[in-house]
């Protein structure tokens, strides 16, 4: 059974940093393209960045850029997410997702809240 | 960016009737490598999205057979047959063809 396990969400202050952590089991994790997905509070999903199997290739929203980094440690599983410069539209649910055999996103994590306020 | 378009926003659907939504993208979904990278999710409240379509019209693992896409280039359809209670929620279409992906706004599903 395909698992995805987000933490590392909280509050921080306008200009902080967290990292969030995607703990993935029940699959071959190191084979596929990994991905985060926000989602503000009552509003759409957002797609932020990707990741290659191998983590030779990342890819990220306008909207992150510079900010963000995904990273894997494919020996442990888990996917990252360190957060930089943080503003108060970046204050959302953070979906760890993964790619499919295409390129399709094919499962969700349960989301981890990140809540950027002083 | 691959803007996607979906109508209508709310849906109220009586239970037993069918449902259909509609998505169009801003320039067309088909890759070089000729397949069509739309694909549809579904979101109960207070839950993650889950996968019910990809490349159109392909139902995802566990997804029951009343759920079916269609389309093609730019204009795509989720139809749900016969509408359950376990349906009601947030339905997105999503392209997968090309960085950023984008999401349609959203389509809410009700119960009458």
């Known amino acids: 059974e395909v698992q995805l396990v987000e933490s590392g969400g909280g509050l921080v202050q306008p200009g902080g940093s967290l990292r969030l952590s995607c703990s993935a089991s029940g699959f071959s994790f190191s084979s596929l393209w990994m991905h985060w997905v926000r989602q503000a509070p009552g509003k759409g999903l957002v797609w932020i960045s990707q990741?290659?199997?191998?983590?030779?290739?990342?890819t990220y929203a306008d909207s992150v850029k510079g900010r963000f980094t995904i990273s894997r440690d494919n020996a442990k599983n888990t996917l990252y997410l360190q957060m930089n410069s943080l503003r108060a539209e970046d204050t959302a649910v953070y979906y760890c997702?993964?790619?499919?055999?295409?390129?399709?996103?094919?499962?969700w994590g349960q989301g981890t809240l990140v809540t950027v306020s002083s | 960016d691959i803007v996607m378009t979906q109508t209508p926003l709310s849906s109220p659907v009586t239970l037993g009737q069918p449902a259909s939504i509609s998505c169009r993208s801003s320039?067309?979904?088909?890759?070089?490598?000729?397949?069509?990278?739309l694909n549809w999710l579904q979101q109960r409240p207070g839950q993650p999205p889950t996968l019910l379509i990809y490349?159109?019209?392909n139902r995802f693992s566990g997804v029951p057979d009343r759920f079916s896409g269609s389309g093609a280039g730019t204009d795509f359809t989720l139809k749900i047959s016969r509408v359950e209670a376990e349906d009601v929620g947030v339905y997105y279409c999503?392209?997968?063809?090309?960085?950023?992906?984008?999401f349609g706004q959203g389509t809410k599903l009700e119960i009458k």
């Open positions: 990741i290659t199997g191998d983590g030779s290739i990342t």
């Open positions: 320039q067309s979904l088909v890759h070089s490598d000729g397949n069509t990278y």
């Open positions: 999503t392209q997968a063809k090309q960085f950023p992906y984008t």
């Open positions: 490349k159109i019209s």
């Open positions: 997702a993964r790619g499919g055999i295409g390129t399709e996103i094919d499962y």
